[in-house]
């Protein structure tokens, strides 16, 4: 919308006689093109491509059931087990690949949560303004007076340790980043010329907000919705490690929670899935700042 | 007295922003799946009906809801949490008498934090391209990415069998119990493990901050004025840069404190620290709702003052809200 405004602009300027006419670039083509020129970006981006196609194509390669006992316990990393046994004798390698099913699944379907609850709030706080912002600002404080990780174990533990509560557990209590940057967002554009001109086309709120509005606010968003990905994998891993996590779905955090009492006899089987959930928000992170570069070229960090 | 009402407003948003978590506490263990009383009779190995009606009664929870809030409500204004079913005894005195562990592993991890990412972050800000300023960003992804829990268990997998020379687990010598400067020396002791791994998060954190912060300050006119003036380079640097990098760090410890406790329940876990984390850990294992709830109360009531203290320090360090203040 707001490039086919300046290009409407630049079409009333005097045009000099030899011009030569850029060639139109859709803004997310553009900013691929950027993200493609961070090499930690991309980096980042080839790290999380190879952990999914790890988790979704591990199976066939090593058809191991991670719930089944497959040796004795703490077996070390050999042949047989190439990551070892855990306390129960369970695979090491087999829990690795369908933990991260299960974790990286979590972690997004969590930030998702996360982003449409924080974009909704802060939409309507932003485009709104008055009373409305007002109670929205409030419950957001509200949320913020409560530690999110704290607040997301007392939820799991009230409502029970299930792949679906833990979900959106941890979309519920982390909305409120995003929640405060879409209003900033929905604030500065909310008054500028080019959300006038369709209001004053008869456009309705609604319209406005989803159409108009939300597409120009979107970069920031989505760098914020990447990073909550990374978020929403630490908290997962920290409630499965607390003991809150879904004893009947295998994922990396329910690993380190379920050996850490056996670390100085297992490393093996604390320290693999734990360099998963390094790597895998690592590699978030990463494309996140990539992103970030790409989206905001204003806000390029040095 | 500008800052009397101020404060007095922020103390009046903290009495709002309690009572609301009360309230809330109050409706989600109404909302949970499952019966408290049930959940105590399970504890007690199954009770006949009649002494789940006594329970029913002895708890209020033959009354309506709306005066079981009032109730619950009343009982919080008078310093009463509750009873918590596993450790048998009031919730508010289980948390007082746990949070001083945990005040000083959240005072020690946040001096390692703001000291060791504050001096890398200046360090590095001098030379924004060298080595050091990458390495500064290489730790802040890193601190970022690592999971506390396993940096935590990885430092006590190294110091509890590589390289034995530090205690991993609890706050003292339960074999050697000593006393006076000993007893300190020896909780300093097994604090150093905790601390360094909560730290350590936070040290990721500030040093990028604190750099990206000076790079800024450090090309500011003041500066100029100020090498200009033909002042020392230290003077320079402490006087009249660092002054102004400490004040986004100070919002960030501030708005940050949450995710401090948060931390710290999980490091507590990890090494047996006797605090308020091990004691969510252990609600957590026995669905002691009412000690959960109280400690989730009371890092409300935790964040709130250091939203306050914050805010408080920031009018201390920058000028510009004094005078605006006045």
Known sequence: MSTMESRLAMAQKPVPAVTKVPKAVSPARAALRQFMKSPSGVAGAVLLLVLIAGTIFGPWLHPVDPLDIVGMPFAPPDADALFGTDYLGRDVLAGLIYGGRATLTVGAVAALITIVIGVTVGALAGFFGGWVDALLVKISEFFQVLPPLLFAMVLVTLFGPKLSTITVAIGAVSWTSAARLTRAEFMRLRDLDFIKASRAAGAGNLHLILRVVLPNALPPIIVSATLAIGTAILFEGGLSFLGLGDPNTMSWGLMIGQNRNYVLDAWWAVTFPGAAIFLAVLAVSLVGDGVNDAVNPRLRRR | ?326
Request: proline residues 5%.
């Open chain 2, 1 to 326: 007295m500008a800052l009397l009402t101020h404060l007095f407003g922020k103390f009046a948003n903290a009495v709002v922003l309690l009572l609301a978590v009360l309230v809330m506490n109050f409706c989600l263990i109404h909302l949970a799946p499952g019966d408290p009383v049930q959940v105590i009779a399970g504890e007690m190995g199954g009770a006949s009906p009649e002494v789940i009606a006594a329970l029913r009664a002895k708890y209020g929870l033959d009354h309506s809801l709306l005066e079981q809030l009032f109730t619950y409500l009343g009982k919080v204004v008078h310093g009463d949490f509750g009873y918590s079913y596993y450790f048998n005894q009031p919730v508010l005195g289980l948390i007082l008498q746990r949070l001083p562990a945990t005040l000083y592993l959240a005072a020690a991890s946040l001096v390692i934090a703001v000291l060791i990412g504050t001096v890398l972050g200046v360090i590095s800000a001098r030379r924004p391209n060298g080595l050091l300023s990458h390495g500064v960003t290489v730790l802040a992804l890193a601190g970022h990415a690592a999971p506390i829990f396993w940096t935590g268990l990885l430092l006590l997998l190294l110091f509890g069998s590589v390289w034995p020379i530090l205690p991993v687990s609890g706050m003292t010598d339960v074999v050697d119990p000593k006393t006076g400067l000993a007893y300190a020396a020896d909780v300093a002791k097994h604090l150093v493990l905790p601390s360094i791994t909560l730290g350590l998060v936070f040290v990721a954190q500030y040093s990028r901050l604190a750099r990206v912060n000076m790079i800024d300050v450090l090309s500011a006119d003041y500066i100029r004025t100020a090498h200009a003036k033909g002042l020392p380079e230290r003077v320079v640097l402490v006087k009249h840069a660092l002054r102004n990098t400490l004040i986004p760090i100070v919002t960030v410890v501030g708005l940050q404190f949450g995710n401090l406790f948060a931390g710290a329940v999980l490091v507590e876990t990890v090494y047996s620290w006797p605090g308020m984390g091990r004691l969510v850990f252990d609600s957590i294992l026995r669905r002691d709702y009412p000690t959960l709830m109280g400690v989730l109360f009371f890092s409300a009531v935790m964040v709130i003052a250091a939203n306050i203290l914050t805010d408080l320090v920031y009018r201390l360090i920058d000028p510009r809200i004094r005078a605006g203040a006045r």
